[in-house]
């Protein structure tokens, strides 16, 4: 019994009879206007003084093409979206908030609006005009001041003067209110699923959509390997620095000055590069945003920060840097930045790197070698950097391989430079 009462009389039910009696609001003026052009043609009254049934009909079937022709303003969609979500409990994601541009969608716009003031009309009229008469066939046993007008009145021939028929009065009147209910909870319901389709977003809206969510990803992921390979690698450089210089302070004193000195520097550069990632999330046009690091400007300030960690570097650069498209070349510092970051935090800072950036053909080659994985200190929670460095070779069309190789621990890069100029 809770359940259908609750379908009936429930929070939901009671919104949506709430939100169709909104339409019949809405539907008033309409009403109006269709009266005073109607109102000459048919009689404004009927002979008792009372609007005659055809100026309301005529009136009423007028309305709905004046509120389909009002629905094609840009404002009805997101009114209308707005209120089926809070009213009729239609999820956000399945329905279209921006103003209807294309035909399609301002014509099945209009079709809902006109629907919505159709229906709400019906319901609303029925919720004035019900409850006092359903409430007047219960009462009507009980009070037989109401017994007696009506039956010396014009309610004879409604009522029957027959102590039966007035026993079965109250169960009409609660018979009405419950039509009355289930009317508003069916025709909510109905409006609730037919929304989506006459509200919800078009093919090409669910498209650009996409579009969007994929860009917030792909800049999202931007951001997140922007922040593990600068900010990352600086916390690994400063971390085996500060052993170093810890390990040697009493013995070397000139050494654990540089190495303080090479902190202080790396993380200077690292507030710089900070400020460079989180011009992602701004405009990169906007003041105060460092340039991003690249081959052609950084790669010797890297490596100078790289060997004060304590690990011995080789580079041998036979490309010419300043040339590179800068794509090529930021990103390119990337991976160069976050091989060195693995190196340093895999095999700590005795370890050994050969690195070699060189043009073969059309592409910029980077390899970098260091002692095989065999030999790398285990570290907690995996690493995010293979991935990242692949990714990045490959949203510029290049390949990368990495693993055990003569050896060594060999990670090399092919990026390609004509198709990305």
Request: glycine share 10%.
């Amino acid at each position: 019994m809770a359940a259908p009462m609750s379908r009936l009389l429930g929070r939901r039910a009671r919104l949506r009879w709430i939100h169709l009696i909104l339409g019949g609001a809405l539907a008033m003026p309409y009403v109006l206007a269709g009266s005073l052009v109607v109102g000459p043609l048919i009689g404004a009254s009927g002979g008792d003084g009372t609007v005659s049934l055809s100026l309301q009909l005529a009136a009423f079937a007028l309305a709905l093409p004046l509120a389909a022709l009002t629905a094609l303003l840009p404002p009805t969609r997101p009114l209308e979206s707005a209120a089926v979500r809070w009213l009729c409990g239609v999820g956000s994601e399945r329905l279209a908030y921006g103003p209807a541009r294309a035909l399609g969608e301002r014509t099945r716009t209009a079709t809902w609006f006109t629907l919505h003031l159709a229906v709400g009309s019906v319901v609303a009229a029925m919720t004035l005009a019900v409850p006092p008469f359903a409430l007047l066939l219960i009462l009507l046993p009980f009070v037989p001041a109401l017994r007696s007008d009506l039956i010396g009145g014009t309610g004879r021939a409604l009522v029957p003067d027959h102590s039966w028929a007035l026993a079965l009065t109250p169960v009409a009147g609660i018979l009405l209110l419950t039509a009355l209910a289930a009317c508003a909870a069916g025709c909510g319901t109905l409006l609730a699923r037919w929304a989506p389709a006459l509200l919800g977003p078009s093919p090409e809206e669910r498209i650009a959509a996409a579009e969007a969510r994929a860009a917030d990803l792909a800049l999202r992921n931007r951001l997140a390997r922007e922040l593990h390979d600068s900010i990352g690698h600086a916390l690994s450089a400063v971390t085996l620095q500060a052993t170093a210089a810890r390990r040697v302070l009493e013995r070397d004193p000139h050494f654990a000055r540089e190495a303080l000195a090479a902190i202080e520097d790396t993380t200077r550069r690292t507030l710089a590069e900070l400020d460079t990632v989180l011009g992602v999330l701004r405009d990169s046009d906007a003041p105060g945003t460092a340039p991003a690091p690249t081959l052609a400007t950084d790669l010797d300030g890297l490596l100078h920060r790289t060997r004060a960690a304590g690990p011995e570097v080789t580079a041998t650069v036979t490309a010419d840097l300043m040339t590179l498209p800068p794509p090529v070349s930021r990103e390119a510092y990337r991976i160069v930045q976050e091989g060195l970051g693995n190196a340093l935090r895999h095999a700590g800072e005795r370890t050994t790197v050969t690195l070699r950036i060189e043009w073969v053909g059309d592409h910029l080659h980077i390899t970098l070698d260091n002692p095989p994985a065999a030999t790398r200190a285990p570290r907690s929670g995996g690493g995010h950097g293979l991935p990242g460095i692949a990714e990045r070779a490959r949203l510029l069309g290049g390949t990368t391989q990495a693993g055990p190789t003569d050896g060594v621990w060999r990670l090399h890069v092919r990026l390609p430079l004509k198709e990305t100029a």
